[in-house]
């Protein structure tokens, strides 16, 4: 098995790389998808809301959470009645009535 020995030409040789593994680094970064969000989509709140008995008309996000335990609540308004909505929160395509 090969041994990595530094000596003082070996160092200098290392800290001529570093920037260069630096900026490579920083590619790699910026190529990654930066925010992972829920993937629980408007189709499984709206699949919620028709099973507590809400024909959904209008769906929007109220608050989005990105990150690895990401979630996403939208706010589902019901054809039956004007005034009514539910708040649906969904983590990784799975989704609760809040209210």
Excluded: H, W
Excluded at 46 to 71: D, H, S, Y
């Amino acid at each position: 098995m090969p041994t990595l020995r530094i000596s003082g030409r070996g160092c200098r040789r290392l800290s001529a790389l570093a920037p260069a593994l630096v900026a490579a680094a920083m590619l790699v970064a910026l190529l990654m998808p930066r925010v992972v969000l829920a993937s629980g989509g408007q189709a499984e709140a709206r699949a919620v809301a028709l099973t507590a008995n809400c024909a959904a008309t209008k769906i929007e996000i109220m608050r989005q959470t990105p990150g690895q335990g990401g979630e996403t609540v939208y706010k589902v308004s019901c054809s039956d009645f004007k005034e009514m909505f539910l708040l649906i929160q969904c983590r990784q395509r799975q989704c609760v009535v809040l209210r």
